[in-house]
């Protein structure tokens, strides 16, 4: 999408920012607003609204921040977005823990950022996603170089469905009975993120709920129970 040109003679770059909390949404409405160069335009609480308002306003990046209490998992998310794969996108999150920055960037995210990133961070990723280039943390980057996700094993390439020695650690307590918040406790990790490796697994069995996840786990001996 090509930019205008502000009245500096700068190239002006629009920014659409989209989270179900209307904080969040204020919050970076207030960070994007301290760069004269990134216009705002109006803020979505949805991705469901999304296709009206990119065909009416074009906007050069999407910011999204989906909150650690959306209803779906990010992956989930993710493949519901119509901008995917043309509209360069800054994906923030609640932690870059397991599969979730590498399933951002598979579903197409030009940058990854923590929601703790600074608003500097945050501008400097959306200019860069305005010139096509990526954003990434030090860690995750490495991640990406070295082919593997944040828990140090499973390929980022898109055609892999092996499961990581964290989402086989968290099949196995599903075939325990463990709700989500349970298996956080025992692994040290928060529920989203449990969440989040829960839609990787489901996505790489080919199932849509916990007993046939696991059912499947035990048929392809991921798991012994």
């Known amino acids: 999408m090509g930019q205008t040109l502000s009245c500096s ?3 002006v770059i629009r920014v659409l920012i989209v989270s179900p909390r209307s904080g ?40 999204l921040d989906p909150g650690p209490e959306s209803q779906l998992p990010l992956p989930v998310l993710l493949k519901r977005w119509p901008t995917r794969g043309t509209t360069p996108s800054v994906v923030l999150l609640e932690d870059l823990e397991g ?4 399933g951002a960037l598979r579903a197409g995210a030009r940058a990854v950022l923590p929601r703790n990133a600074s608003p500097e961070q ?3 990723a959306v200019r860069a996603a305005a010139a096509g280039l990526a954003s990434l943390p030090a860690a995750l980057a490495m991640a990406v170089l070295d082919g593997r996700s944040g828990e140090g094993v499973a390929p980022i390439a898109s ?23 349970e298996i956080g ?5 928060s529920g989203h993120t449990v ?6 697994i489901y996505e790489k069995l080919e199932a849509s709920n916990r007993a046939e996840a696991v059912a499947t786990g035990l048929r392809r001996g991921l798991i012994m129970l």
């Open 9 to 11: 003679g700068g190239a």
């Open 24 to 63: 969040t949404r204020r919050a970076l409405e207030h960070v994007v607003a301290q760069d004269r160069a990134l216009v705002l335009l109006p803020a979505s609480d949805s991705l469901d609204s999304l296709h009206d308002m990119i065909d009416e306003r074009g906007p050069d990046v999407i910011v």
């Open 99 to 102: 599969e979730a920055g590498a």
């Open 122 to 124: 945050i501008r400097a």
């Open 159 to 181: 055609g892999d469905r092996s499961l990581t020695p964290r989402e086989r650690e968290i099949l196995t307590l599903l075939g325990e009975g463990l709700a989500n918040k």
């Open 185 to 189: 406790v025992r692994l040290g990790i």
């Open 195 to 200: 969440k989040t490796h829960l839609a990787a």
